[in-house]
């Protein structure tokens, strides 16, 4: 594919091209793609991934935000009836209604997507009602710390929020040589599927942001973080808090199980 395109990578697009086919091939099987479902795919680029995901004969809808290069793709996969290039900035798709003009509900998600938007793509996923996969390579450091277990050291905000409404794996590590240009990190890719877990909140949005305050200060103890205000409200906040929740908020939000977030929201949303 790529001795067609002769473009020059564009940095601030974060454009490091898969080069290594065989590497590209397992991504795609990552998502199990089969005749007739729709795949949406962020960011194409050369068509590393768009042309696996072609040869499953799934429906492939591509998103790219550079012009020469979707220009060039319409091209490549022309006489791919199965392939639709779509010159967009993704952080202005709705993958609902886009599955809607194709008269379908479901959809499946993958891309090999810049680093800059890992983040912003990524908690997309928990709202999509309508994704059954996604499949997305992210830089290895960020994979890893999405996919440890809540309640050890290394989880954050972004392993507690997205494990609460999907099932998190790695899939494959994929060296920083995979890429052209060879970016300065190796990545590793995800596999994101819905998952309900009994008493996850089912307002996301007050949820993240009460686990970004959570997290704001991660040495912490959760009772410093939690309350800050004069000495005897913040013991009786504590208290009730702590009676309310069976939470110990002389925790840190990093030794927290799941279960304690569920109960430790609720009553942090009831008490007001
Ligand atoms: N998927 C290809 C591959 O595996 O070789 C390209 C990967 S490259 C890391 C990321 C791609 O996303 C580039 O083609 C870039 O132009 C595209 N891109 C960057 N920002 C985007 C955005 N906001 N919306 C859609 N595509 C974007």
Redesign the pocket.
């Known amino acids: 594919m790529e001795k067609n395109m002769r473009l020059k990578a ?1 940095k601030s ?7 290594a086919d065989a590497v ?1 091939g397992r ?1 795609v099987e990552a998502i199990s793609p089969k005749v007739g479902e729709l795949i949406f ?10 042309s696996h995901l072609s040869a499953s004969g799934a429906d492939v809808v591509a ?4 012009k020469m ?1 979707a220009e060039e793709l319409k091209q490549v996969f022309r006489d791919n009836e199965n392939v639709e290039i779509v010159k ?6 709705d993958f609902g209604a886009e599955a809607g003009k194709r008269g379908k509900k479901n959809y499946k998600i993958i ?7 890992t983040s912003t793509i990524i908690l997309r996923i928990p709202w999509e009602a309508g994704s059954t996969v996604a499949v997305i ?1 992210v830089q290895k450091e960020v994979a890893d710390r999405i996919v440890t277990p809540v309640g050890e050291t290394n989880c954050g905000l972004l392993t507690v929020f997205l494990q609460s409404y999907l099932n998190v794996e790695r899939v494959l590590k994929v060296a920083a040589g995979s ?1 052209r240009p060879r ?1 300065g990190v190796d990545s590793a890719v995800l596999r994101l599927a819905p998952v309900r877990i009994k008493g996850a909140p089912a307002d996301k949005k007050l949820y993240f942001a009460f686990l970004k305050k959570a997290f704001s200060m991660r040495r912490k103890k959760l009772r410093n973080v939690l309350f800050r205000r004069d000495a005897a409200a913040k013991r009786e906040g504590v208290k009730r808090l702590e009676t309310l929740s069976g939470v110990d908020l002389s925790k840190r939000a990093e030794n927290l199980k799941l279960d304690d977030w569920f109960n430790l929201f609720s009553s942090y949303v009831e008490m007001g």
């Open positions: 564009k697009l974060g454009q490091n091209y898969l080069v590209a991504i795919e962020i960011g194409p680029g050369r068509g590393a991934l768009t998103f790219e935000i550079d290069l967009e900035d993704i952080l202005k798709v891309g090999n997507i810049p680093y800059m938007l390579m890429f970016p």
